[in-house]
């Protein structure tokens, strides 16, 4: 997979007395949480369940088709069940279109993560050909983080609209 163009603006805010940590995780093994588990009110904050075979679990997430241009979706994943506190790399796994430019935004804790989809690809439409992966280096994860991404629905011209494919997050123990 190609690694994606990313434009990442941290902002922090100290989190004041978060030292414990839970028992998830084991160091350095990679934790993945597929996109399309996990997540609350599927289909009620425009994201819906897409099978293709070529997705990792067979399934991912993608903005509704029928929201429009400007729309936001979210959806919610708790990972205080899955990941100790630390540092970890984060790497998304996606479908990028090249029929416009998906602005993504993830919050895990009081940190803000942007990042835009927009690379050139073969199509405008969801295929194996068009996964690609973002890496976003040292996000802290504290005890009772919660991950939310919140996903926009972006143009390229008049007929054309680009949807966020959310296929899996993948955390590596730094």
Known sequence: MKSAKLLIVVM???????????SASSPNK???????????????????LEE???????????????APVGSKAKVH???SSRLKTGQYDLMIHYIDENDGHSPVNIYIGNQVYKIIFDEETESG?????????????????????????????????????????????VFISK
């Open 52 to 66: 293709r075979p070529f997705y990792s679990g067979g399934a991912a997430i993608k903005i509704n088709g029928s």
């Open 30 to 48: 990679p934790i993945t949480i597929e996109a399309e588990l996990g997540f609350k009110n599927i289909g009620e904050q425009n994201f819906i």
């Open 77 to 79: 994943y708790n990972l």
């Open 125 to 169: 439409f969801e295929s194996e050909a068009n996964q690609r992966s973002a890496l976003i280096s040292s996000v802290r994860i504290n005890k009772n983080d919660d991950m939310i991404i919140e996903g926009e629905v972006s143009r390229y011209n008049s007929e054309h609209k680009e949807l966020v494919r959310l296929d899996k997050f």
């Open 12 to 22: 922090c805010i100290l989190s004041i007395g978060a030292t414990s940590t839970t």
